[in-house]
C-alpha cells in the first residue's frame, strides 16, 4: 500500500451503507475492489495514516 512517496492513495469508504451492515465495496484503483471491515480500516490507516482514508 501507499508505495508511491508523495502521491497518497485515497480510499473512500461509504460509512452509511457499513453501519447498516450491508457488504461495503472500496474501490483502491481501478481495477480492485474489497470488502470493508474494521481491520481493514485499520490497517490502512496504519499504512498510511488517516488522511489517505476519507470515510463518507
Same mark, same amino acid.
Given at each position: 500500500l501507499c508505495k508511491s512517496p508523495g502521491k497518497q492513495p485515497v480510499y473512500v469508504i461509504d460509512e452509511a451503507k457499513r453501519a /447498516?451492515?450491508?457488504t461495503v465495496m472500496m474501490k483502491a484503483d481501478k481495477s480492485i475492489w474489497v470488502n470493508v471491515n474494521?481491520?481493514?480500516?485499520?490497517?490502512?490507516?496504519? /499504512?498510511c495514516g488517516d488522511e489517505c482514508v476519507a470515510l463518507r
Open positions: /447498516s451492515g450491508k474494521e481491520n481493514l480500516i485499520d490497517d490502512l490507516k496504519r /499504512s
